[in-house]
């Protein structure tokens, strides 16, 4: 199983992003996916996530109303798409499948893709 996530750079503030993540290997479209991400001297923190069922989405209070994450199955991928970032977004980013409906947290997720690095200057 591979996750191939793209999309990472630097943005100014108030700013767009749209991350991807390309699924190989496993049958993507009976996969939750989620997105977590790791600021510098941070834990990696919950995003969102995109249930397998349905297609229903949970956010982070921090990113509610900012970022939206999507999924084509036809494609075997998702995004992640960030609006009016902050700098306080500045992290690496990674995308996570699990088989479970839905999940938030890490040891919930059975596989993780590279990250990719965002970073968002004042």
């Known amino acids: 199983v591979q996750l191939q996530v793209s999309g990472g750079g630097l943005v100014q503030s108030g700013g767009s992003l749209r991350l991807s993540c390309a699924a190989s290997g496993l049958t993507f479209s009976r996969y939750t996916l989620g997105w977590f991400r790791q600021a510098p001297g941070k834990e990696r923190e919950f995003v969102g996530t995109?249930?397998?069922?349905?297609?229903?989405?949970y956010y982070a209070d921090s990113v509610k109303g900012r970022f939206t994450i999507s999924r084509e199955n036809a494609k075997n991928t998702a995004y992640l798409q960030m609006n009016n970032l902050k700098p306080e977004d500045t992290a690496v980013y990674y995308c996570?499948?699990?088989?479970?409906?839905?999940?938030?947290?890490?040891?919930?997720?059975?596989?993780w893709g590279q990250g990719t690095e965002v970073t968002v200057s004042s």
């Open positions: 996570t499948a699990t088989g479970s409906e839905v999940a938030w947290l890490e040891y919930e997720y059975d596989y």
């Open positions: 995109i249930t397998w069922r349905g297609g229903v989405t």
